[in-house]
């Protein structure tokens, strides 16, 4: 099975593809409104040294698994160690990459409708100065609307079905190659059309000079938990992709590339709404209402003397968003696919359609539940909310917290090293740098943010 497992193409592949898994709404949505929340510049110093203590090495600690075993993530692990508690961990990850999955594809199609919205001039038409009502109106209208998300998602869930049926070579990597360039670019356009907004100083100050009476230890923590967040770290993702790496790919060079690039498309977000937020008045602590209901109205305020740079910045950045999607809803579908794939020894094909099927089946009810299945709660939550807090707040930061000593301490420091530098021909120092964040820094950091989460702290 190893010897017939397919595998990237080459090494530009491989960065678009891990990138792409790694950029997603979390980096162009969620960052932006921590960032908003927690007082600006000092929120990003605190998130970018997290991303280095972190990011990079838990990142490195998936890749290891993945490409030291070379197969999907649920039995990686099982390679290292047969002891229960190890060798299960993969399959949290199987478990909570597929439940993100399925309430994932819900906001997918919310981010795809806004594209549609801004092409065809809805979201400038319904602009009022100083007024935000007709988008708040618009956005409730629509997710509690039964049919038309769910037509959406199904438009997002199909277009994934067939970008991971074509393959991990024709499918994930060719797909990677055109969206992950083509995001860049619109990121570089929105950038530079957002420094010219009238009081787009005040956007970059907010972004870049800190305030530390700012930096509570909440905000510390919340910073934290963004830089685990956004890197799609322990959704199995990354452990799956890194089962299709060659034995010549730079390991800790590539979790370091893209982590890089991860933290730029997070401040280039920044430098896109906070301009257009602060140009228009509008609060940067909007919160997760910032995308569907504030943006819309600020980039019309933003540019309300120029409407033709109103309508290609709203059309461009919903685009943004739909690749964005597109790209990290990939590596999330290629999770449970490859697990089915090989478990049970079927085709590529059926075992996609497979997990088609059940992502329309529970993304649905999650798309109903902010609308007409909204008065069915289990824990004072709807089906979409219970999804999210049972991902985020409990599967993921206890998988991270299991990765990072398991590869840390659990697995036999020459196997890392060996792998890691690539049987010895490369230095073993990032190796040797990286196993001490394993063992003393990451696991803290994921502990503390969990406790946090949990209000302990």
């Not at 801004?118 to 100083?130: E, F, K, N, R």
């Not at 890089?260 to 509008?282: H, R, T």
Request: charged share 10%.
């Amino acid at each position: 099975m190893a010897q017939q497992r397919a595998s990237f193409g080459s090494k530009f592949g491989i960065i678009m593809a891990a990138a792409g898994s790694a950029v997603g709404l979390g980096n162009i949505w969620r960052f932006p409104i921590e960032t908003g929340n927690n007082g600006g510049a000092a929120f990003l110093l605190v998130y970018m040294v997290a991303v280095v203590l972190l990011g990079v090495p838990l990142m490195l600690a998936e890749f290891f698994i993945g490409r030291y075993a070379h197969t999907n993530t649920a039995h990686a692990y099982k390679k290292l160690s047969s002891h229960p508690l190890w060798s299960n961990i993969g399959f949290i990850g199987v478990l909570g990459g597929s439940i993100i999955l399925c309430y994932y594809v819900v906001v997918a199609g919310w981010v795809m409708k806004y594209f549609f919205l801004s092409v065809d001039g809805t979201l400038t038409s319904l602009y009022q100065p100083g007024n935000a009502a007709n988008y708040e109106s618009l956005f409730g209208n629509f997710v509690s609307n039964p049919w038309s998300p769910l037509l959406y998602m199904l438009v997002f869930v199909l277009t994934c079905h067939f970008a991971i049926a074509s393959g991990v070579q024709k499918g994930i990597e060719k797909l990677s190659k055109i969206f992950m360039p083509a995001l860049f670019v619109i990121l570089v356009v929105l950038v530079i059309f957002s420094l010219f907004a009238p009081g787009a100083q005040a956007g970059l100050k907010f972004l870049f000079y800190p305030d530390f009476s700012k930096l509570t230890t909440s905000a510390m923590l919340s910073a934290i938990s963004q830089a685990f967040y956004s890197l799609s770290l322990c959704m199995g993702c990354l452990c799956t992709y890194a089962s299709y790496f060659g034995k010549d790919v730079n390991m800790v060079r590539s979790a370091v590339s893209i982590s890089v690039i991860d933290a730029l498309v997070a401040v280039m977000a920044g430098l896109i709404i906070f301009p257009a937020v602060f140009s228009s008045g509008i609060d940067p602590q909007s919160g997760p209402s910032l995308a569907f209901i504030a943006l819309p109205a600020a980039f019309q305020s933003a540019f309300e003397s120029v409407p033709i740079v109103s309508y290609v910045v709203s059309m461009l950045f919903y685009a943004l968003l739909v690749l964005a999607a597109l790209t990290s809803a990939m590596s999330l579908y290629e999770v449970p696919t490859a697990y089915i794939h090989e478990r049970w020894n079927i085709s590529r094909k059926t075992a996609t359609m497979v997990v088609t099927a059940v992502c329309l089946l529970l993304g649905t009810v999650c798309s109903l539940s902010m609308g007409v299945l909204g008065d069915m709660k289990l824990f004072g939550k709807n089906f979409f909310d219970l999804c999210d807090y049972f991902t985020t707040t409990w599967m993921m930061p206890m998988s991270g917290i299991l990765i990072a000593i398991f590869v840390g301490w659990v697995v036999k420091r020459e196997i890392f090293i060996n792998e890691v530098t690539n049987g010895g021909t490369l230095r073993p120092t990032g190796a040797n740098i990286m196993l001490f964040l394993l063992r003393w820094i990451a696991p803290v950091l994921v502990l503390a943010s969990f406790l946090a989460v949990l209000g302990v702290l």
